[in-house]
């Protein structure tokens, strides 16, 4: 009987070493575009707000500048597109 019991949970086991794999890559990436953005439209503001208080050629832009960039290799790592358009232009690139 203890026998039996052993094959049955050593049959679960392996079945459960299976599928567990295989049913999580079903589900797929997660999709970044909506955190991408909400990053960008954040450092946007912020850059904005510096720019009106500090001017566009200030230490503070700059430094803010440098926060987008990196928010925009963020993007890149989790392959999340945004609005070029809007984040790439202007006051929102590095010279």
């Not at 049955?8 to 794999?21: K, N, Y």
């Not at 997660?30 to 050629?57: M, Q, T, V």
């Not at 430094?63 to 392959?79: F, G, N, P, V």
Request: hydrophobic share 35%; charged share 35%; glycine share 6%.
């Amino acid at each position: 009987m203890t026998r039996q019991i052993s094959r049955v949970i050593l049959g679960l086991a392996l079945a459960m070493a299976v599928t567990l794999p295989v049913g999580q890559a079903t589900f797929g990436d997660k999709d970044w575009a909506s955190d991408c953005h909400r990053r960008l439209e954040a450092d946007r503001a912020r850059i904005d707000n510096d720019s009106a208080k500090h001017g566009e050629h200030s230490r503070a832009v700059d430094r803010d500048i440098d926060k987008l960039e990196a928010d925009r290799q963020w993007c890149r790592d989790h392959h999340a597109d945004w609005d070029h358009g809007r984040f790439d232009v202007g006051i929102y690139i590095k010279h």
